[in-house]
């Protein structure tokens, strides 16, 4: 299966912490991209990273790719209330894009 | 420009029922998707359509069909709905570019099967 599994499953930290996620996947891929979901609704495009990329940075977004291990990380840094919501990794493939189950981020205030 | 236009936002079906979910995108993309989101599954591919004319299968496709109608529109079809199928349905379109090709999603079509 191509399927990423981000870690953790939940998160809880205080506003203004840095928050990290991982997600990691089986199959080689042509690219990894990180979307945001709040309470159901549809998701948001955060950030692609090409699989020959090993770092990407958009705003207080900051993704890694190793691709060696099959692994990329999101940190999200100086946290704010607002970024409360799920994350998801998701996996392309040719035209084949695959999501994880995603990390349930909350942040206290 | 309304981005991709999912209907209807709620529906609740018996079981055995038939209906067709419909998904349209105003803005030129190639490639279509189905997904459907589980309470702690994410979301999972059930059908997509890298190109007008071509549909494939995803990770859960029994059950569904679909119709790539023309570029714009993209429908998912339930022949005989069943209580395991009540779901959040997500429609989403993308360029068509292998190297940088983010998904607009849809704001989903909330299923419930009794």
């Known amino acids: 299966s191509q399927q990423g599994e981000e870690d953790p499953q939940a998160l809880s930290i205080q506003e203004g912490e840095n928050a990290t996620m991982n997600c990691s996947y089986k199959?080689?891929?042509?690219?990894l991209q990180w979307y945001r979901q709040n309470s159901g609704r549809g998701l948001v495009h955060l950030i692609l990273?090409?699989?020959?990329?090993r770092e990407k940075h958009s705003g207080r977004l900051r993704v890694t790719l190793d691709t060696s291990k099959k692994s990329s990380s999101l940190l999200i840094t100086a946290s704010r209330a607002a970024d409360t919501a799920s994350y998801f990794c998701?996996?392309?493939?040719?035209?084949?894009?695959?999501f994880g189950k995603g990390t349930r981020l909350h942040i206290l205030p | 420009n309304a981005g991709v236009t999912q209907t209807p936002k709620f529906q609740v079906l018996k079981t055995g029922q038939s209906m067709t979910l419909q998904c349209a995108q105003d803005?030129?993309?190639?490639?279509m998707y189905w997904y459907r989101q589980d309470p702690g599954m994410g979301l999972r591919l059930i059908y997509y359509?890298?190109?007008?004319?071509?549909?494939d299968k995803g990770e859960v496709p029994n059950g569904y069909n679909v119709s790539r109608l023309n570029k714009r529109e993209f429908s998912l079809r339930l022949e005989s709905a069943a209580p395991s199928q009540t779901s959040v349905y997500f429609c989403?379109?993308?360029?068509?570019?292998?190297?940088?090709?983010?998904?607009?999603f849809g704001n989903g079509t909330r299923l419930t099967v009794t």
């Open positions: 990273i090409r699989s020959n990329e």
């Open positions: 359509s890298a190109s007008e004319g071509t549909t």
């Open positions: 199959t080689s891929i042509n690219n």
């Open positions: 989403a379109s993308s360029i068509r570019d292998r190297n940088n090709s983010p998904l607009h």
């Open positions: 998701a996996t392309s493939r040719d035209d084949k894009i695959i």
């Open positions: 803005m030129n993309h190639n490639s």
